[in-house]
Nanobody, 117 residues
Framework: QVQLVESGGGLVQPGGSLRLSCTAS????????MGWYRQAPGKPLELAAI???????NYADSVKGRFTISRDNAKNTVDLQMNSLKPEDTAVHYC???????????WGQGTQVTVSS
């Protein structure tokens, strides 16, 4: 089973930055898509950013231009650099790995990001 461990969450003021990291217990290969989802208080889970097995990226409109997702297959990691943070970015952020060929999803435990003055 793929295990995902997230780190990097915390409390920042509006306009600040955080970098989230996710480390997978298994090697990342060409079958894996990796992404970051987030769930704000009282809101449904939503996709923030994804990087596919081929390296292409997609972002939610609300984070486009502020967040950058990256992966390092050698280190089995996917990171999310979050800049110009806004209070509405406050959410629990979850790392996700999808094995496309089997439609199987694996999730991290979640890390809290709080943006407040």
């Amino acid at each position: 089973q793929v295990q995902l461990v997230e780190s990097g969450g915390g409390l920042v003021q509006p306009g600040g930055s955080l970098r989230l990291s996710c480390t997978a217990s298994e090697s990342i290969n060409r079958l894996y898509d990796m992404g970051w989802y987030r769930q704000a208080p009282g809101k449904p889970l939503e996709l923030a950013a994804i990087i596919t097995s081929s390296g292409s990226t997609n972002y939610a409109d609300s984070v486009k231009g502020r967040f950058t997702i990256s992966r390092d297959n050698a280190k089995n990691t996917v990171d999310l650099q979050m800049n110009s943070l806004k209070p509405e970015d406050t959410a629990v952020h979850y790392c996700n790995v999808k094995i496309a060929i089997t439609h199987t999803n694996f999730w991290g435990q979640g890390t809290q990001v709080t943006v407040s003055s």
